[in-house]
């Protein structure tokens, strides 16, 4: 039985009969690595897929595929009414006010971009600000960077403490009326710091500023309401959320996207075209040229009603008991550091040893069947701040247990053993 049929809907930590169920709904874990079975903890880098997103692929490949908004055919016509079934799913999801400020993308990296080379191009100009945090993933600084180099723009960078807590107060220093953008993680990837997303859009607009929000590692453990949050663009992807890989979002308030110029031009995006003159489609076709991932975006919204099922509030709370027992069981390992130990972390536990190097660490670990992430994490400035080349990293997604951790921490006590 899975999880979505048994569950009782209760506000609590899932029992061990749901978790065993839940587990089942994700065909992976019947897969062994070296003979043991799989404990996997790299989520954060890409979630696993239920069953439920697999079955939705399947069904629109063998049963239901055909090119959207363009077929008079009811082949045609079913796909583009799934698929647009699927962004008001992800508007519901994200609580946007309208479907149309939800633009599918290939990926948070091109959602970034996106807002780039549109609005960036547009309306930064010489000597205007862009404020970043010392925690960025690099999809998150190198379009900046691209953009300042063109426009002359100057990058400022919002510091961190060594626990990896997000200073606020240092940041509202950073504030003036030079500053015309802030572009900044909800939730780290390499740390798992929660920044606090709703100050922080606030102080921005009181300097006028507009916000870009990186979700890619909040959306999947916490309830995200960007009406609430007030920020201007929000981005994720899918793949992160259990969803297929190809997929992304970005979200942005109607008035800017209005206002944005087209990033692609080609078909779709355009509403008639001549030799002489092209005039572009409403939104948010206008974002969406040529033929898009449309399998991926109706797997999103079905990972999206599976996360829905399960419930966002029990995932995170599931996941915050996940790290403290981990956090406390990793912290009696002799040799062993955690990285990053803010006062509010998701589930993230990035770590270095005495011992071995991370890609060490991660190597011995596979094989018993445990899967980590080791390096920079596409974050080294991050890095250059701990003064090391790379970390370990642990991340948790809702299909985790306690065994997972004692399972870690026990080969870990192995790359000790090994290493000794």
């Not at 949050?229 to 109607?254: C, E, W």
Request: hydrophobic share 40%; net charge negative; glycine share 8%.
């Amino acid at each position: 039985m899975t999880f979505q049929a048994m569950q009782s809907g209760r506000d609590v930590i899932f029992s061990p009969e749901e978790m065993s169920a839940l587990r089942k709904d994700f065909p992976i874990f019947d897969t062994d690595v070296y003979g043991k079975t799989l404990t996997f903890l790299d989520s954060a880098a890409s979630a696993q897929k239920p069953q439920a997103v697999i079955d939705t692929l399947q069904q629109f490949y063998s049963h239901e595929y055909a090119n959207i908004h363009r077929g008079v055919y009811y082949l045609s016509q079913l796909a583009t009414e799934k698929y647009e079934h699927a962004r008001e799913t992800i508007r519901d999801f994200i609580n946007a006010a309208h479907s149309n400020e939800v633009i599918f993308v290939r990926g948070a990296t091109e959602a970034i971009n996106l807002v780039a080379q549109t609005y960036g191009r547009q309306y930064l100009t010489a000597g205007d600000e862009v404020v970043l945090s010392q925690m960025e993933h690099h999809s998150n600084i190198v379009p900046w960077q691209m953009l300042r180099d063109e426009k002359g723009l100057i990058l400022r960078v919002s510091p961190i403490d060594r626990e990896g807590n997000f200073l606020f107060d240092e940041y509202e220093k950073l504030l003036s009326e030079k500053t015309k953008l802030v572009a900044i993680t909800h939730v780290s990837n390499a740390l798992g710091t929660i920044t606090p997303i709703k100050k922080i859009i606030a102080a921005a607009h009181k300097v006028g500023a507009k916000v870009l929000v990186d979700g890619c590692q909040a959306l999947p453990h916490t309830r995200v309401d960007v009406q609430d949050l007030d920020a201007d663009f929000y981005v994720f992807s899918g793949h992160k959320i259990y969803g297929p890989t190809g997929v992304g979002i970005l979200y942005g308030k109607q008035e800017l996207l209005d206002a944005m110029p087209p990033y692609h031009g080609g078909g779709e995006m355009i509403r008639s075209v001549t030799f002489e003159k092209t005039e572009y489609n409403t939104l948010p076709f206008k974002f969406e040229a040529g033929t898009p991932n449309i399998a991926g975006g109706i797997g999103l919204a079905t990972a999206l009603d599976y996360v829905s099922g399960v419930g966002i509030d029990r995932i995170a709370r599931h996941e915050a008991d996940l790290l403290s027992y981990a956090q406390q069981a990793m912290s009696e390992i002799e040799g062993l550091k955690l990285v990053g130990t803010a006062q509010e972390k998701s589930g993230i536990v990035s770590f270095t040893m005495d011992c071995a190097h991370p890609h060490d660490i991660g190597t011995i670990l596979d094989q018993n069947g445990i899967a980590i992430r080791a390096g920079h994490h596409c974050a080294q400035p991050l890095m250059d701040f701990y003064d090391v080349p790379a970390t370990a990293r642990a991340s948790f997604g809702l299909y985790n247990t306690k065994t997972d951790v004692d399972n870690l921490v026990a080969g870990l006590q192995k790359v000790k053993n090994i290493f000794a």
